[in-house]
């Protein structure tokens, strides 16, 4: 049996027609992709058609917020799904199958008539619309082409996240302010167009190489069976609540500390602004440091914003407690599409990443309510922060007990003890793969 090399990057471990910078060429349309996709124009816009709706149709703030929940169960539900989709048919695919339908379900919501049944029911269609946009597409594709400087091809694939939560709020301010809230939903879903000739013309699916290869990774069901696999669901929950807790209260809790609304308003800037830098930096550490070694440092300074936060902070306070959860959210999809590959290999990537997803998506959902609920209870955020500061402590002891990598950087073998499975190969003539043993999808060509 003829000796492997050593994976270097996805240049080296391609096919040669795709040409030498295809993998970093994915890497950066990925990041315009996810700059005007739903994790960027469907939540993050969220909260800027709140008072508009309630001025129009006279709906209650938190009848409107319910709608943010519906969202977070709908993403629930559909996350395996693309997952699945993803790794069976490539995320090229399903990100140009998706970008018309997302584009035209925020447009329609121009037309919403005075009916929260309606309104909810759009807050349905728009993630389901969407379904092949978020995140999950772009960095299997992402992943796909690297190995080596896989820690920061995520990195620059995520900030697009960053960039577009920094920007898409202040373009739809402009446009319910100009326009109103209906020319607000028909621009989104204008800008939602750009990630089908993103796509088409810039992303490219990794291919491998003419010989045969055997391919390292975990089914779902094997990988099911591991003690990280439950160890990051886990911490994919309590990181959901944390984050999710401080994006949707953080200027509900600032006006509660006395801050002026004109300033509590700019401070999620600072999160958004760290939450770029820490994509970015999180994809260099990476490839450096182990996921344990990070996600510890984050999560102390997540303890350190909660309670910044529970203190009724002042503005420098206040700044810094959004700068050091920016970091934390930040890095939390950075980490999970570096740890898949590091603890489960690439084999089923898309599946793995959309059970994670949903977990995260449940403490969110759960988080928002339970916030919401403490501070009617209690008259103040207190309470809330400081369990958001203990479930931050425990996530950084479950990340801590991850333990190892189970498949090294270079093949994608397991060092110790691997799970029984079949390992399939793959020989790649001209486009068209020819089977050994088992099928594999293209996205996992480069997992060898």
Same mark, same amino acid.
């Given at each position: 049996?003829?000796? $492997?090399?050593? /994976?270097?990057?996805?240049? $080296?471990?391609?096919?040669?027609?795709?040409?030498?910078?295809?993998?970093?060429?994915?890497?950066?349309?990925?990041?315009?992709?996810?700059?005007?996709?739903?994790?960027?124009?469907?939540?993050? @816009?969220?909260?800027?058609?709140?008072?508009?709706?309630?001025?129009?149709?006279?709906?209650?703030?938190?009848?409107?917020?319910?709608?943010?929940?519906?969202?977070?169960?709908?993403?629930? +539900?559909?996350?395996?799904?693309?997952?699945?989709? /993803?790794?069976?048919?490539?995320?090229?695919? +399903?990100?140009?199958?998706?970008?018309?339908?997302?584009?035209?379900?925020?447009?329609?919501?121009?037309?919403?008539?005075?009916?929260?049944?309606?309104?909810?029911?759009?807050?349905?269609? +728009?993630?389901?619309?969407?379904?092949?946009?978020?995140?999950?597409?772009?960095?299997?594709? @992402?992943?796909?082409?690297?190995?080596?400087?896989?820690?920061?091809?995520?990195?620059?694939?995520?900030?697009?996240?960053?960039?577009?939560?920094?920007?898409?709020?202040?373009?739809?301010?402009?446009?319910?302010?100009?326009?109103?809230?209906?020319?607000?939903?028909?621009? #989104?879903?204008?800008?939602?167009?750009?990630?089908?000739?993103?796509?088409? =013309?810039?992303?490219? $699916?990794?291919?491998?190489?003419?010989? !045969?290869?055997? %391919?390292?990774?975990?089914?779902?069901?094997?990988?099911?069976?591991?003690?990280?696999?439950?160890?990051?669901?886990?911490?994919?929950?309590?990181?959901? @609540?944390?984050?999710?807790?401080?994006?949707?209260?953080?200027?509900?809790?600032?006006?509660?500390?006395?801050?002026?609304?004109?300033?509590?308003?700019?401070?999620?800037? !600072?999160? &958004?602004?760290?939450?770029?830098?820490?994509?970015?930096?999180?994809?260099?550490? #990476?490839?450096?440091?182990? +996921?344990?070694?990070?996600?510890?440092?984050?999560?102390?300074?997540?303890?350190?914003? %909660?309670?910044?936060?529970?203190?009724?902070?002042? %503005?420098?306070? !206040?700044?810094?407690?959004?700068?050091?959860?920016?970091? #934390?959210?930040?890095? $939390? =999809?950075?980490?999970?599409?570096?740890?898949?590959?590091?603890?489960?290999?690439?084999?089923?990537?898309?599946?793995?990443?959309?059970?994670?997803?949903?977990? =995260?998506?449940? &403490?969110? !959902?759960?988080?928002?309510?339970?916030?919401?609920?403490?501070?009617?209870?209690?008259?103040?955020?207190?309470?809330?922060?400081?369990?958001?500061?203990?479930?931050?402590?425990?996530?950084? %002891?479950? =990340?801590?007990?991850?333990?190892?990598?189970?498949?090294?950087?270079?093949?994608?073998?397991?060092?110790?003890?691997?799970?029984?499975?079949?390992?399939?190969? #793959?020989?790649?003539? &001209?486009?068209?793969?020819?089977?050994?043993?088992?099928?594999?999808?293209?996205?996992?060509?480069?997992?060898?």
């Amino acid at each position: 049996m003829r000796a $492997e090399k050593p /994976v270097r990057d996805a240049e $080296e471990t391609t096919d040669p027609s795709d040409g030498p910078r295809s993998g970093w060429r994915t890497a950066m349309a990925s990041t315009l992709g996810l700059a005007c996709g739903p994790s960027v124009l469907a939540v993050t @816009t969220f909260g800027a058609f709140i008072a508009p709706l309630h001025r129009e149709f006279g709906w209650s703030v938190s009848a409107i917020g319910l709608a943010s929940s519906i969202l977070s169960i709908t993403l629930v +539900v559909i996350s395996p799904v693309q997952g699945l989709l /993803v790794d069976r048919f490539g995320g090229r695919r +399903v990100i140009l199958c998706s970008a018309p339908f997302f584009a035209l379900s925020l447009m329609a919501m121009a037309l919403l008539p005075d009916s929260l049944p309606v309104f909810y029911l759009g807050w349905v269609l +728009v993630p389901l619309c969407g379904l092949g946009l978020w995140p999950v597409s772009y960095l299997r594709l @992402t992943a796909g082409w690297f190995e080596r400087r896989l820690g920061l091809a995520l990195g620059v694939a995520n900030s697009g996240i960053g960039v577009g939560t920094v920007l898409a709020p202040i373009l739809t301010t402009v446009l319910i302010g100009t326009w109103g809230w209906r020319a607000g939903y028909i621009g #989104l879903g204008v800008v939602a167009l750009i990630a089908f000739p993103v796509a088409y =013309f810039l992303i490219a $699916e990794p291919r491998a190489r003419t010989e !045969a290869r055997p %391919v390292g990774g975990d089914t779902l069901r094997a990988a099911a069976g591991t003690r990280p696999f439950w160890l990051v669901l886990a911490a994919f929950v309590l990181l959901g @609540t944390v984050g999710s807790a401080v994006l949707v209260h953080q200027i509900s809790l600032l006006l509660d500390a006395g801050i002026p609304a004109h300033i509590a308003n700019m401070v999620p800037v !600072a999160l &958004g602004v760290a939450l770029v830098v820490a994509r970015l930096v999180t994809g260099w550490l #990476l490839d450096r440091f182990t +996921v344990s070694q990070i996600m510890s440092v984050y999560l102390v300074g997540g303890i350190a914003s %909660v309670l910044l936060f529970a203190a009724g902070p002042n %503005v420098p306070m !206040a700044l810094l407690a959004a700068a050091l959860a920016g970091l #934390l959210i930040g890095a $939390e =999809f950075d980490v999970l599409s570096y740890l898949i590959p590091r603890y489960f290999g690439r084999r089923a990537f898309g599946k793995i990443y959309g059970v994670a997803f949903s977990m =995260f998506q449940i &403490g969110g !959902a759960a988080a928002t309510t339970l916030v919401s609920v403490s501070r009617d209870t209690y008259g103040s955020y207190t309470p809330a922060m400081l369990l958001l500061a203990v479930a931050c402590a425990v996530c950084a %002891v479950l =990340f801590l007990c991850l333990g190892p990598y189970r498949y090294d950087a270079g093949s994608q073998r397991m060092p110790a003890d691997p799970l029984p499975r079949h390992t399939p190969t #793959l020989a790649m003539v &001209g486009d068209h793969p020819t089977k050994k043993g088992m099928e594999l999808h293209d996205g996992d060509a480069t997992s060898a």
